[in-house]
């Protein structure tokens, strides 16, 4: 029979599915679809591990929002009764000048964050994997550490269906229209109405939001995992999560939790590509590149790879968010661009857009991500 929900949500990655959860917690009626499954390994939230850290190079005003993300990753957590989020602490290494140290320090003291500041020597006393560079300082940030990723999309989506919420699998949005009072989304099986919209395809979001010529860009990422050559002081309890900047690129390190190595991949630095055709093999020379990282900085992390994967950023061009009422229909929201760092803050997002669904307005800090700026940026690249 049909029905008309208050939203529908187009795309359940991380994103998607928060949105769900906390939209059905409030009582909505929600549906979600998703063109392939709950995980699935094409699109941005795959893999074992995401980041999660306060100290934010990005910008300080990411803060306020981590502290409501943290909040909500917890209630996820005791609804789901499972560990999501493993803190092993976050070590920022790089020369004192880089902007992104600079970065971080201006995070920890405007919102009084706890950090301790380290020389190169103590890096190497605290972690001997790490080898550090000359003149590097360390920022080490104890209440960080790693979300278990895939764990963490299962869990929002199945809170989500807990909630009243219907994801449907294997259903493609092929296009949607709206006006004031309704939207409709036409899909492979059929087409579904509601009150309001939410776009949230991560990659493929320049496609179902075509009409905005949003300057987005998505980026090949390859993470992978090495055997280390002596494991034990790779493990989690030994190893805190790290990030590398060297001069022109950074590289991070996710500790081994007993199940899959230890993983390092470099932040950026990869290829544009369309996700409909991008090469999803590990290439020799992603191999080498984070090899001749590890050698010169985790020589005991140089053994056998055991996994590797590719994964997609979705970059603005000012690496900032995306998070905006479409401009010409107020009932259609859209979030994306995350520019890879965005996992770590899904449940806020989700919290976000269920604050503008609802109450056409939220109290969270979300100014820096308006559309308008990608809008302008698209004119003047045209
Ligand atoms: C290698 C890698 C490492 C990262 N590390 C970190 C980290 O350490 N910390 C951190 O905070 N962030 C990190 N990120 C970034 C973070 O993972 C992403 O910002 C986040 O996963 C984006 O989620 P999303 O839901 O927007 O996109 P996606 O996960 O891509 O979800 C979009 C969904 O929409 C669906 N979809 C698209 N089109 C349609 C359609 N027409 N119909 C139906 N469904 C559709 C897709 O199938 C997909 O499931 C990393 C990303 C990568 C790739």
């Not at 893999?47 to 943290?70: C, M, N, Q, T």
């Not at 005791?78 to 602490?89: N, S, Y």
């Not at 949607?176 to 409709?184: K, S, T, Y």
Request: negative net charge; proline residues 6%; charged residues 25%.
């Amino acid at each position: 029979m049909d029905r008309t929900y208050d939203v529908i949500v187009c795309g359940l990655g991380v994103m998607g599915s928060a949105a769900c959860w906390q939209l059905a917690r409030r009582g909505l009626t929600v549906l979600g679809l998703e063109r392939f499954d709950i995980p699935h390994t094409l699109g941005s939230s795959h893999g074992r591990s995401r980041v999660i850290r306060k100290a934010y190079f990005e910008d300080p005003r990411y803060v306020p929002l981590l502290h409501r993300a943290y909040e909500l990753w917890h209630e996820l957590e005791a609804a789901a009764e499972q560990e999501l989020f493993v803190r092993t602490g976050c070590l920022n290494l790089g020369p004192a000048d880089h902007p992104c140290v600079r970065g971080i320090l201006e995070s920890v003291r405007q919102h009084r964050l706890p950090y301790e500041v380290m020389s190169a020597d103590e890096v190497r006393r605290r972690f001997p994997a790490i080898r550090p560079a000359e003149h590097d300082i360390a920022v080490y940030e104890a209440d960080a550490g790693f979300l278990r990723a895939e764990g963490c999309v299962r869990a929002l989506a199945d809170q989500a269906r807990a909630a009243g919420a219907e994801l449907r699998t294997n259903e493609r949005v092929a296009g949607w229209n709206a006006d004031d009072r309704r939207v409709a989304v036409r899909t492979d099986g059929g087409e579904h109405t509601a009150r309001s919209l939410v776009l949230t395809a991560g990659p493929w979001l320049p496609v179902l939001a075509a009409d905005l010529r949003l300057s987005l860009r998505v980026e090949r990422q390859v993470p992978i995992w090495f055997r280390p050559l002596a494991p034990e002081r790779f493990s989690v309890g030994r190893l805190p999560v790290f990030i590398h900047f060297l001069d022109d690129r950074a590289y991070y390190g996710i500790p081994d939790d007993g199940r899959s190595g230890v993983k390092i991949a470099r932040h950026h630095g990869g290829a544009t590509v369309d996700p409909e055709t991008v090469d999803r093999t590990c290439t020799a020379d992603d191999e080498a590149d984070v090899r001749g990282y590890i050698r010169r900085h985790l020589p005991e992390a140089d053994g056998p790879l055991l996994d590797a994967t590719v994964c997609l950023y979705t970059n603005t061009p000012d690496r900032h968010f995306l998070i905006d009422r479409h401009p010409q229909q107020s009932n259609v929201l859209i979030a994306g661009g995350f520019s890879g760092h965005g996992f770590k803050f899904a449940p806020v997002v989700g919290s976000v857009l269920a604050d503008l669904a609802t109450a056409g307005r939220t109290d969270l800090p979300i100014d820096p991500f308006r559309i308008e700026r990608l809008r302008i940026e698209a004119q003047v690249m045209s």
